[in-house]
């Protein structure tokens, strides 16, 4: 994944269905999180079990879309789901290798699927 240094990471609040590709996405990245698509912003969407993540963004020639499962542990998503969480690319780095984002010191911390 190539990212600009100065784009921005959104958390979308919420589970968003897996199904959805890049067009769904950018559906409610414009309709509900109030994106700029075109921005290099890249947006970060989780399923309900948080086991899967997926990151849509623009790179100035078209649409990338990354996407990680865990298969035994879970993504630690803010407990807010009411507004877009914004993040600096170090705590998408945490949250992509487990660490969760809302700790001061940003310990390893799965939370195992039953």
Partial sequence: MWLKKEARVFLAP???DMRK???GL?????AQLGGELFSGDLFVFTNRARSIVKILYW???GFCLWQ???DKERFIWPATAD???ELDQRELGWLLSGLD???AHAKLRYEFCT
Avoid: F
């Fill in 101 to 103: 984002i809302q700790q």
């Fill in 26 to 30: 950018s559906v409610i990245v414009e």
């Fill in 21 to 23: 590709a890049i067009n």
């Fill in 68 to 70: 990680k499962r865990l």
């Fill in 83 to 85: 507004e877009v969480a």
């Fill in 14 to 16: 919420g589970p968003t």
């Fill in 59 to 61: 790179d100035e020639t």
